[in-house]
């Protein structure tokens, strides 16, 4: 069964080895790292300060087998009333699996019932088909934006597709 608990930093080297290529690492991040490849001292810098923040919350999955998964959630909004899920990525040797979908649902459960959210949201490049799969399989829906949320990665343009629920999935 998985299970979230907060981040510790001895999951830093579990959650960066996940990671594939500077492409999928990008996907990943988008610009919240300056360098590729990152480091377990990268991630344990860049999370340093947060643990004693209220509106930021990265978190680890666990299961029978370890470390499974990872994501941040973080309030938007001064009344704390929205979530934003990011960092989401899952063990890269059991994708595919519906870990991410499992993964995604217990954040958001976790945001409504702890965190009293009354939305979450989410962002998700128009070029990552699978994470695009697994957010609208675990019960997100599309959000038509006035102004699409674009990145420019390798000389190109990442269109970013934003997502929502307002109830638990």
Known sequence: MLRLRPYKDCDAEAIVSWIGGERAFRQWCADRYDSYPVTADDLIEHYRGTACSDAFFPM????????AGHLILRFTDEEKSVVRLGFVIVDSSRRGTGLGK?????????????LGAKKVTLGVFENNAPALHCYLAAG?????????????IFGEEWKCTELETDSPL
């Not at 680890?60 to 470390?67: H, L, R, S, Y």
Request: a negative charge; glycine letters at 2%; charged letters at 40%.
């Open 60 to 67: 680890t999955a666990f299961d029978e087998k370890g470390v």
């Open 102 to 114: 499992e993964l995604v649902k217990l954040a958001v459960r976790y945001a409504f019932e702890f």
């Open 140 to 152: 997100f829906k599309t959000v038509e934006a006035d102004e699409q949320e674009s990145y420019r």
